[in-house]
């Protein structure tokens, strides 16, 4: 079994899918977006998460290819939804390092949203920090000239990693994505509560809107609002949907 020559086979049978996990304001409970999040559906093995193939796509030939599929589907869902009625204000897609300095991303990513019609600030583009030390200038960059082209960038699992401030200064990024772990130590700690806080404050203070991933309870939603953060996502709104149940889920909204 040789997952690369799988991978043709999910190209070109189009086998990969996107899902949908909603983004909520906690100022007015509003949806201001999504995170698009890449499922394989595999012909033998069922529905696959990226923890079981990302890594070898990512090492694989099919890196780049990876980049026009996700942001051709992304631009053609948010068009299909917009024909629906449905109107979604941003998708967020995740990029790795070597996708966002690949040659050409900002052009090739404002060529598909025209080719569908999309408005790239409806976009943003989430990297992780980890991913981004090997070459920070060049990731700083690209996130400028994203920031130029009117994409928003977020920083992903923020906390999780290397988190380091100096980076944090020197990257042109829009959102602070504060990782899951935070979120679950809010629980049972009071310090948990002033690190989330600290982060929240610490984005205001560079200009950063903070999103809360992996909230789970109404707990964990309390506190984020008491620490000031702007958006959260996780189980407690929805889990990442199919592009169809997340239809439904914004009619419902
Ligand atoms: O969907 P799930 O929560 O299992 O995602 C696991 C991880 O895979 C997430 O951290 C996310 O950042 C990453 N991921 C999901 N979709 C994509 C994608 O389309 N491209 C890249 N590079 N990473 C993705
Ligand atoms: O980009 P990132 O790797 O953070 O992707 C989010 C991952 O976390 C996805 O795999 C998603 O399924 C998962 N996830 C999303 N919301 C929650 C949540 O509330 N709790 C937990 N445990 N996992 C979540
Ligand atoms: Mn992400
Ligand atoms: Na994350």
Redesign the pocket.
């Known amino acids: 079994l040789d997952l690369r020559i799988e991978l043709r086979e999910a190209f070109a049978g189009n086998q990969f899918e996107l899902?949908f996990q909603p983004q909520m304001a906690l100022s007015d409970a509003s949806i201001t977006g999504a995170e698009?999040?890449?499922r394989w559906r595999h012909p033998a093995r069922g529905l696959l998460?990226?923890?079981a193939f990302?890594d070898v796509l990512?090492e694989s030939a099919y890196e780049g290819l990876?980049v026009d599929w996700?942001v051709a589907a992304v631009c053609q869902q948010i068009d299909g939804w917009r024909r629906m009625g449905i109107r979604v204000p941003r998708i967020s897609?995740?990029?790795?390092a070597r996708?966002l300095t690949g040659a050409g991303l900002v052009d090739k990513i404002l060529r598909i949203a025209q080719e569908h019609g999309i408005d790239p600030a409806m976009l943003d583009v989430?990297v992780?920090e980890d991913s981004l030390v090997s070459d920070i200038e060049k990731a700083a960059a690209v996130l400028a000239a994203l920031n130029g082209a009117g994409i928003s960038t977020s920083l992903?699992?923020f906390g999780s990693g290397y988190s380091s401030l100096g980076y944090l200064v020197r990257l042109p990024i829009d959102t602070l994505k504060i990782d899951r772990s935070f979120v679950l130590a809010l629980l049972d700690s009071a310090k948990a509560a002033a690190v989330i806080q600290g982060v929240v404050a610490l984005a205001r203070s560079l200009g950063m809107r903070t999103v809360a991933e992996g909230v789970e309870t109404e707990g964990q939603l309390a506190e984020l609002k008491a620490a000031g953060c702007d958006v959260i996502q996780g189980y407690f709104i929805s889990r990442?949907l199919e592009a169809t149940a997340f239809a439904a889920f914004m009619q419902r909204m």
């Open positions: 899902h698009a999040l890449l998460s990226p923890a990302l990512l990876l996700l897609l995740n990029l790795s996708q989430e992780t992903d699992d990442p």
